[in-house]
């Protein structure tokens, strides 16, 4: 079984910043793609950004610029840096890891940003 736990959200205010770091546990041989999603109230969960196990990546346009996505394989971990937060960052943010072709989903943070 393959935990994962997302740490580092919370309040900031527009223009802040918020560092999520995402640690994968359990039985890993290894990990693929690496991603955060986020789900605001009565939205779809969207993707913000993913990561390849090389380090390829890709964005939302909604964050190009704004956010960074990075990993260590050797800690199994993916973080996100979000720099200048607006309020419409704000939602639940969830890691996914597709763990030999099988994914799993952390149980989420919450990034509220006031205005």
């Known amino acids: 079984q393959v935990q994962l736990v997302e740490s580092g959200g919370g309040l900031v205010q527009a223009g802040g910043s918020l560092r999520l770091s995402c640690a994968a546990s359990?039985?890993?041989?290894?990990?693929?793609?690496m991603g955060w999603y986020r789900q605001a109230p009565g939205k779809q969960r969207e993707l913000v950004a993913a990561?390849?196990?090389?380090?390829?990546?890709n964005y939302a346009d909604s964050v190009k610029g704004r956010f960074t996505i990075s990993r260590d394989n050797a800690k199994n971990t993916v973080y996100l840096q979000m720099n200048s937060l607006k309020p419409e960052d704000t939602a639940v943010y969830y890691c996914?890891?597709?763990?030999?072709?099988?994914?799993?989903w952390g149980q989420g943070t919450q990034v509220t940003v006031s205005s």
């Open positions: 996914n890891a597709d763990v030999e072709a099988i994914p799993y």
């Open positions: 359990g039985s890993i041989f290894s990990i693929n793609a």
């Open positions: 990561i390849s196990r090389r380090g390829s990546t």
